[in-house]
């Protein structure tokens, strides 16, 4: 299948390790132009910053003449329940920072990105962009209030940027992943491991391929009448809950 995305110029934010790496290199074997931005890598872009976002963005624009795909990957965790309540008292809270912190990384991160890097797409007449959603932004997850509204919160912008910017040729879709098999999730304890297997009808973890081969899909031809959609990938989760 032709997918048309040789020479595209392609922005991955947290593309530098995880999904976001696997997904820069999907996109570099079908011929595209995928530049990674993220903290630790050159350019050094940071999401919460509008000058780091702005600057990155004339940049690409001055190099390259066009941005053709954005895909909005960066994300951080800060799990805390809202109250942790034992016998009769409080023992914790998800605290102002821990919150804040999330937010500003996960959703207001993909806001900022994208108003700066939109311009440009509706100057070309055309543009994809791909937000990482995840599974627990469709039914909720426990001692993550503040990633799960953030992820919930990006299905939102998915569907209301799809109706404001169709009429530019401009797709808008998200991805929403399961448990996936990152060097960050396979550290974890192996009882939480089995944990996440055994809510997976698929009986495994993903691979970050899987995640990357779903965005290349969605930002390829092939995927051209494809607009206001979460795709999940989850090898079942989500059904199997």
Request: a neutral charge.
């Amino acid at each position: 299948m032709e997918l048309g995305l040789k020479e595209k110029i392609v922005i991955v934010t947290g593309g530098a390790a995880g999904i976001g790496r696997a997904t820069v290199e999907r996109f570099r074997s079908e011929g595209a132009i995928a530049i990674p931005w993220d903290v630790t890598t050159e350019p050094k872009v940071d999401v919460t910053k509008r000058e780091s976002i702005e600057s990155a963005v004339d940049d690409v624009i001055k190099q390259h003449g066009r941005i053709d795909v954005l895909v909005n990957n960066a994300g951080i965790l800060r799990d805390a329940q809202l109250v942790k309540w034992k016998d009769g008292a409080v023992v914790s809270v998800m605290d102002d920072a821990t919150f804040d912190a999330v937010i500003n990384v996960n959703l207001r991160g993909v806001f900022m990105v994208t108003r700066a890097v939109v311009p440009h797409m509706i100057k070309a007449g055309r543009g994809v962009i791909l937000n990482a959603s995840s599974v627990v932004g469709l039914y909720g997850n426990f001692g993550q209030t503040n990633y799960v509204a953030t992820k919930a919160g990006v299905i939102s912008f998915t569907k209301t940027w799809s109706r404001e910017l169709g009429r530019y040729g401009i797709r808008v879709n998200a991805v929403a992943p399961g448990y996936i098999g990152t060097d960050m999730v396979k550290a974890m304890p192996p009882n939480i491991l089995n944990q996440m297997v055994s809510h997976t009808p698929l009986g495994r973890l993903g691979d970050p391929d899987d995640i990357a081969n779903a965005y290349v899909w969605l930002a390829s031809d092939a995927a051209k009448f494809v607009t206001g959609a979460v795709l999940s990938v989850d090898g079942g989760v989500v059904v199997g809950t």
